[in-house]
């Protein structure tokens, strides 16, 4: 991506607040990100100024596979030693900051609204940078997470995002197994342990298909990796990845 076109959609986004909606605002009028009591000229945008400002938008140059923020060249390291198995990742945001509390309060304080918020951002960046993709796929949570939750984050903002695409949204991938849990693992170790924890719970939605797959956040972009796999052996012509955060 041209640093030309990047910050035309760091500014397009920035535009966007005044399109979001009052249903992003179930604890009344306040802030999402410091919960300060917005005055009615900024209730469509969510944010207060401060907040608004401090959004951990992606600039400067990324790696052309997986989004990273690298110095030189086009690849970062470890896409130069390995490429991953889905074509390209997409995110609006660092997993810093905002970014980062939005995702922990969807995730952690189940405050499911956040979803759509996300989900708008998403979209937003999707289709400023004219993404390709056919159906929408989410990266389920594994049955104990979901138990636990009481819902499939990943599932509720590739819903939203589906909707406002108009493109179809597919349950495709299901866990087949409860891996350690991957924050406590290093770099190789998430490599080495995400092999085999997904498969697919309906083989015909992928086939000759660019898949978007959605996440809230690529970290190593291993589970991405190992998603894209099993939706090209189910026949994916191209997988996507788009995260709210990298
Ligand atoms: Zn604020
Ligand atoms: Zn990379």
Do not use: W
């Not at 989900?119 to 056919?134: C, P, Q, R």
């Not at 108009?166 to 991938?173: Q, V, Y």
């Not at 939605?205 to 291993?222: E, M, Y």
Request: include cysteine; charged fraction near 25%; charge should be positive.
């Amino acid at each position: 991506m041209g640093r030309g076109k990047e910050s035309k959609t760091v500014e397009f986004l920035k535009k966007a607040y005044n399109s979001l909606l009052d249903s992003m605002f179930p604890e009344g009028y306040r802030c999402l990100g410091c919960g300060t009591e917005l005055k009615s000229e900024f209730h469509s945008r969510a944010l207060c100024d401060e907040c608004a400002d401090s959004l951990p938008f992606k600039t400067g140059k990324l790696c052309s596979v997986c989004g990273t923020g690298i110095f030189v060249g086009t690849l970062c390291r470890h896409c130069s030693c390995a490429l991953p198995e889905y074509d390209k990742a997409y995110a609006p945001f660092f997993y810093e900051g905002l970014a980062r509390k939005f995702v922990l309060d969807l995730k952690s304080r189940g405050r499911e609204y956040i979803a759509d918020y996300m989900a708008e951002y998403m979209y937003l960046y999707y289709s400023s940078l004219g993404i390709e993709a056919d159906v929408v796929v989410n990266v389920p949570s594994t049955p104990r997470t979901l138990k636990r939750r009481g819902f499939d984050h990943t599932a509720l903002i590739a819903e939203a995002f589906a909707a406002r695409a108009e493109l179809p949204f597919l349950s495709l991938l299901k866990r087949i197994s409860h891996k350690k849990d991957q924050t406590k693992l290093s770099y190789a170790e998430r490599f080495a342990s995400v092999g085999g924890a997904f498969g697919l719970a309906d083989a015909s939605g992928a086939a000759n298909k660019t898949v978007l797959l959605i996440d809230d956040v690529l970290t190593t972009g291993a589970t991405a990796s190992e998603c894209a796999a099993v939706l090209k052996s189910a026949g994916a012509k191209r997988v996507n990845v788009l995260t709210f955060a990298r």
